[in-house]
């Protein structure tokens, strides 16, 4: 009897975890590899679908700006993602008057603001509100038109399913994401003003020389083609794991969940990573006293 024999019989479970750790990276290079075909394939066919699909390109376009149903009425996205960002920036604004203030130095709330909503927090506030909206629905989406055979249906009268359901999707995140990200941004420079001239009192000409100092246009350029990077990132993220999604309900709800993890970890990456391209060496401001 061999080594292996009698450990499967004394210890089964050992043996099913050691077989199952032994095997993980087999299967987490072949997802691997299914997510970077499914990628290619689904960006190789945007021409394809501008040509062929361009009436569903239109109809995900608006639901994807306004929403369907109950969230259309309150505005969709534009109104998730303008709220969230209001929020946001308005926490990045009272956190900085209160730091800042520690040393005495609260009039550079200004700087704080065009510098940190801008290059950080706008980009990373806005992809996480389109991965719980847009994203965890395409998931969903997809996901129940798998399991229920309606993609298999769509090959076999001669769709080519990866072009009509994620190659539109990509090309409607890619339109919808520049006004979106330009509410996003004008919500980015409003609350902070808002907060810190009429909650705490500063000055408007403090706060609007600080601001307009330290803010480049070029960092608002960067940001907006970080905010489309991470909107093209997240919907080929829920794409995927929407067209993939198997075992039933069941399996329709670990892909959404699988997705939304993925994708956040993905924003932020990409934040970091792009922030270390265009501020890792040099940093494009010079701040004195």
């Not at 960002?85 to 520690?102: E, M, P, Y």
């Not at 065009?114 to 389109?130: H, S």
């Not at 993890?261 to 932020?268: D, E, Y």
Request: with cysteine; charged share 10%.
């Amino acid at each position: 009897m061999s080594t292996s024999t009698v450990v499967r019989a004394r210890f089964p479970r050992t043996a099913t975890n050691f077989g199952r750790f032994a095997t993980s990276p087999a299967r987490a290079l072949n997802a691997f590899g299914q997510m970077v075909w499914f990628t290619l394939s689904s960006v190789g066919q945007i021409p394809t679908t501008l040509r062929n699909y361009r009436a569903e390109t239109v109809r995900l376009i608006a639901q994807i700006g306004m929403g369907t149903g109950a969230l259309a009425v309150l505005g969709g996205t534009v109104a998730i993602v303008g709220f969230i960002t209001l929020s946001g920036s308005s926490l990045v604004a009272i956190q900085g008057f209160s730091s800042l203030g520690n040393i005495g130095v609260e009039v550079f709330t200004g700087f704080f603001a065009a510098l940190v909503n801008v290059r950080i927090a706008a980009p990373v506030v806005t992809g996480i509100a389109l991965a719980a909206t847009v994203g965890a629905g395409a998931t969903a989406e997809l996901g129940a038109m798998r399991i229920s055979e309606e993609i298999d249906a769509l090959e076999v009268m001669g769709v080519k399913s990866v072009a009509f359901l994620a190659s539109t999707r990509i090309i409607a995140a890619i339109v919808v994401i520049l006004p979106l990200y330009g509410l996003a941004m004008l919500m980015a420079f409003l609350s902070p003003q808002l907060v810190t001239t009429v909650l705490y009192g500063q000055s408007s000409g403090t706060y609007n020389h600080y601001f307009r100092t330290f803010l480049r246009p070029d960092d608002v350029f960067w940001s907006f083609v970080v905010a489309a990077l991470i909107a093209v990132i997240v919907m080929i993220t829920h794409c995927y794991y929407g067209y993939t999604a198997a075992g039933g309900p069941v399996g329709v709800g670990e892909a959404v969940g699988r997705s939304m993890r993925f994708s956040l970890v993905a924003v932020v990456v990409v934040a970091m990573l792009s922030s270390l391209a265009l501020y890792g060496v040099d940093p494009n401001f010079n701040l004195t006293v």
